[in-house]
């Protein structure tokens, strides 16, 4: 179920309960948590409804400017039923706090047999260490990029870097990725400890950006959130590729820390 970045902050901040969409069948089901750019969304209800029955209430808690403009939003594929679903905001993605927890060695064990068993059962043979090592050495370089150097398909690389992120030991940025804190704990004790470049303190850019305002912030050394913080809306719009959706997602992004331009 798709939804867009502001729709998603609104569910955040409990502005938006509801969601209306033409589906040929239901595409949720009720108790199903989805994962979002800005935690777990809940699916708390899902029932078949009707233009007609929509009222203006449900186009405020669905985040409509109007009843009208919500109806014209379904207007679309209107020999498809249309699905009522109520959503709440249910939390932090718990693989954020797996991925900053540090394993003991028991439990690193663990881990790695995990890991031995994805190698086991892959088309290709073993490829969880490989992935890990070269995401470890070459943080926030691009999928492809990754993948070419491994001679892997992009969307087959995803899909296995995807099993590792559930396992909490990589993390993705706005472009690439980087070793989690508990996956270099887990490839140290394979490989013995690296050298590595110090961590950049605060939170990461947010992937909904694009790539274009992340490299653009990039280039002029802004990292983080709290490196967005200390410059102003205008300058930031100055800087090619960062464009008024990218900022308005930095803006939000920025208020659930309690944070603004400056």
Do not use: C
Request: hydrophobic share 40%; net charge positive.
């Amino acid at each position: 179920m798709l939804m867009r970045p502001a729709e998603l902050e609104a569910i955040r901040k409990g502005e938006v309960d509801l969601a209306f969409r033409r589906w040929d069948r239901p595409r949720v089901k009720v108790g199903t948590r989805l994962r979002t750019a800005v935690g777990l969304v809940e699916v708390v209800s899902v029932e078949q409804t009707s233009l007609s029955a929509l009222r203006a209430e449900d186009a405020r808690r669905a985040g409509a400017a109007s009843l009208g403009a919500l109806k014209d939003a379904l207007a679309q594929r209107a020999e498809r039923p249309v699905f009522r679903v109520g959503l709440r905001y249910a939390g932090t993605d718990p693989r954020e706090t797996l991925r900053d927890a540090l394993p003991d060695a028991d439990e690193v064990r663990t881990i790695l047999a995990g890991l031995d068993r994805l190698d086991a059962a892959s088309p290709i043979g073993p490829w969880t260490r490989t992935t890990l090592r070269i995401i470890d050495r070459n943080p926030e370089v691009r999928a492809p990029e990754l993948a070419a150097e491994l001679d892997r398909p992009t969307a087959e690389f995803k899909r296995d870097v995807r099993k590792l992120k559930e396992r909490g030991l990589t993390e993705s940025l706005a472009i690439g990725y980087r070793l989690s804190p508990r996956g270099e704990v887990v490839l140290d004790h394979e490989d013995g400890p690296r050298e590595r470049a110090p961590r950049r303190e605060g939170h990461p850019l947010p992937r909904t950006i694009g790539a274009p305002a992340t490299r653009a912030l990039r280039a002029v050394d802004v990292h983080t959130l709290e490196a967005v913080s200390g410059w102003t809306r205008r300058d930031l719009a100055a800087l090619h590729g960062v464009g008024p959706i990218a900022l308005d997602r930095l803006e939000a992004a920025l208020a659930q820390l309690g944070l603004s331009f400056a």
